[in-house]
Nanobody, 126 residues
Framework: QVQLVESGGGLVQTGGSLRLSCAASGSTFSFNAIGWYRQAPGKEREFVAAISRSGSSTYYRDSMKGRFTISRDNAKNTVYLQMNSLSPEDTAVYYC???????????????????WGQGTQVTVSS
């Protein structure tokens, strides 16, 4: 089993920044990538970014490139999502997820991830 706990969400003004954290515990050897997703009210959950176990491979939703940066600290079993230039359209619950056998082909598919955190709310005010 893998447990994922997100933190770092909150209320920020347009143009501001937040750094989300995803702390993993349990059988952390059982997955090879961690991804971030978000879900706004009334919308489907959408892929944001992902990073491989080693950190050598990163993936981003096209609209997040240049604004969001995913990174990891394996010593702390933690993955981070640095979010800059936030806008109200970024308001959502942000989830991290872990999966095995994830490649670039499936990295954006929610079904590829076995473990999910409870989410952290990000609200961007105008």
């Amino acid at each position: 089993q893998v447990q994922l706990v997100e933190s770092g969400g909150g209320l920020v003004q347009t143009g501001g920044s937040l750094r989300l954290s995803c702390a993993a515990s349990g059988s952390t050897f059982s997955f090879n990538a961690i991804g971030w997703y978000r879900q706004a009210p009334g919308k489907e959950r959408e892929f944001v970014a992902a990073i491989s176990r080693s950190g050598s491979s990163t993936y981003y939703r096209d609209s997040m490139k240049g604004r969001f940066t995913i990174s990891r600290d394996n010593a702390k079993n933690t993955v981070y999502l640095q979010m800059n230039s936030l806008s109200p359209e970024d308001t959502a619950v942000y989830y991290c997820a872990a999966g095995t056998g994830i490649t670039g082909t499936v990295v954006a598919r929610p079904s590829a991830y076995k473990y999910w955190g409870q989410g952290t709310q990000v609200t961007v005010s105008s």
